[in-house]
T-cell receptor, first 112, second 113 residues
């Protein structure tokens, strides 16, 4: 079946630096993408989303980029802080239905 | 807003026992999702409801698992009988109709001995 980034790599970043988390998706029909942050012992928390008719969307300290040509999604975190340490998941939704398909996640470790 | 509420937060039980997990979605949300999270398989969708009706239960592992949504503010996920391989964190999420952002509860950590 279709899948979204099933690996769980770890990104180690210095406090204050920018972080870039990448995600590959395989369903070219997906029309909605979302990033979640999950801290230890908590549920996934919404960060930012983007629809397929956009290439870029910015939030507070976060930017999501969508490249539909290569089916790639990225999350950029500016000036990474210790509180950004967590596992980050990308997810996609097809054009029909409400189901989100989640990737395996990326662990971000912020070094002081 | 109270967010999605799940109970219990932790459950430890013995193999063969019945387990019931509970979820209260965000008020006004009419789609509800049950997920299971393990290290090996990540986040898996088990079942989702729209307006209290099960829409897709293709992720439910086997007949030992069942889910109900008797009204717009309450859902249960039941495992009977439970097995050690059911040990995982179970999340409930909800969303409003015509929107796609799912909001997750804090999860129930289930341990089956």
């Amino acid at each position: 079946g279709e899948s979204v980034g099933l690996h769980l790599p770890t990104l180690s970043v210095q406090e204050g630096d920018n972080s870039i988390i990448n995600c590959a998706y395989s369903n070219s029909a997906s029309d909605y993408f979302i990033w979640y942050k999950q801290e230890s012992g908590k549920g996934p928390q919404f960060i930012i989303d983007i629809r397929s008719n956009m290439d870029k969307r910015q939030g507070q300290r976060v930017t999501v980029l969508l490249n539909k040509t290569v089916k790639h999604l990225s999350l950029q975190i500016a000036a990474t802080q210790p509180g950004d340490s967590a596992v980050y998941f990308c997810a996609e939704k097809g054009a029909a239905g409400n189901k989100l398909t989640f990737g395996g996640g990326t662990r971000v470790l912020v070094k002081p | 807003d109270a967010g999605v509420i799940q109970s219990p937060r932790h459950e430890v039980t013995e193999m063969g026992q019945e387990v019931t997990l509970r979820c209260k979605p965000i008020s006004g949300h009419n789609s509800l999702f049950w997920y299971r999270q393990t290290m090996m398989r990540g986040l898996e969708l088990l079942i989702y409801f729209n307006n209290n009706v099960p829409i897709d239960d293709s992720g439910m592992p086997e007949d030992r698992f069942s889910a109900k949504m008797p009204n717009a503010s309450f859902s249960t996920l039941k495992i009977q009988p439970s097995e050690p391989r059911d040990s995982a964190v179970y999340f409930c999420a909800s969303t409003r109709d015509y929107t796609d952002t799912q909001y997750f509860g804090p999860g129930t950590r289930l341990t089956v001995l």
